[in-house]
């Protein structure tokens, strides 16, 4: 008996568990198959971040540029986040979708 991760979960389980007691993914079938549509959920996961990420940094844009001249007080803070978080986020989420896809299914 060894110590295998599971397609699904990535969590270590018993080679010879039937069923992952973590995710309870049945482990009886093809195992391929499931680590491949594993490995697709978490890049649409990885791309739904970096959606997020991108309209958080055009929303601060916006709130800056709103009405045709710079922003001040309350607004500029707002905007300066929105963008700064949002560009931050994005360019993390994009690093990790790069490191994610160099992995083999």
Known sequence: MALIKCPV???RISSQASRCQHCQADLSGNTE???RI???QQSNRLMN???LALTLFIAGVVIWFWGGEPA???RA???GGCFALGFVGYMITRVR???????SV
């Open 38 to 40: 594993s490995h697709i």
């Open 97 to 103: 979708i790069i490191l994610h896809k160099r992995k």
């Open 9 to 11: 979960c990535h969590k």
């Open 72 to 74: 001040e007080g309350l």
């Open 33 to 35: 198959s499931l680590a």
């Open 77 to 79: 803070y707002i905007a």
């Open 49 to 51: 971040q970096s959606f």
